[in-house]
């Protein structure tokens, strides 16, 4: 083989190695990066409609009954809301709960305890995602700290590599 396809052959594949890490790296960083997007937006939105709830089941408790009554019609479209953003094992459970304790209140049975029943399934809502949103944090750090292990590797690998090439061509062509 001559020394002029050699060297070649050794830059294109320095090329390729340095290409595979460039790909690599950018695409555990952009898979992290959609995955978390997405399940920690509808987390957020989840903590949203339980803060929404919370300021809506205060409201239908206040002295002006419009105010009240828009509460009550606003806290029934919020309800609504997070029942089509389940994302929690168990959320389910805890919105189905709350749908209950609305039903009564809207029948007429405003009680204290009802409210704070109200108010504790509200909580526990905004809870779980927090908890959530804690645990899938803990997951993206572990994705990057395994993406930043990977292009290590791979980026030492092609040091490596570019290393023999140019030692072991840099004698052929003398």
């Known amino acids: 083989m001559k020394t002029k396809t050699k060297f070649k052959l ?9 290409l595979t890490m460039g790909l690599g790296g950018t695409r555990y960083v ?18 949203g409609f339980a803060k929404s709830m919370m300021q809506q089941l205060d409201a239908m ?35 189905d709960q709350l749908r209950a304790d609305f ?6 049975n405003p009680t204290p305890e009802l409210a704070d029943s109200m108010r504790a399934k509200i909580y ?23 993406a930043i292990i990977y292009v290590s590797l791979l980026f030492a690998f092609g040091i490596l590599i570019s290393f023999s090439l140019i030692f072991n061509l840099s004698s052929i062509t003398e």
């Open 30 to 47: 952009y898979n992290m990066g959609q995955e978390s997007k997405a399940i920690l937006n509808d987390n957020y939105r989840s903590i």
């Open 61 to 95: 408790h206040g002295t002006d009954s419009v105010q009240a009554q828009n509460a009550i019609v606003s806290f029934k479209k919020t309800l609504q809301q997070e029942a089509n953003n389940i994302t929690e094992i168990g959320e389910k459970e805890v919105v």
């Open 10 to 18: 050794g830059l294109w594949f320095l090329f390729i190695i340095i």
């Open 124 to 146: 526990r809502i905004s809870e779980m995602n927090m908890q959530a949103l804690e645990k899938k944090n803990m997951e993206a750090q572990k994705w990057s700290d395994s």
């Open 103 to 108: 039903e009564l209140y809207q029948k007429g």
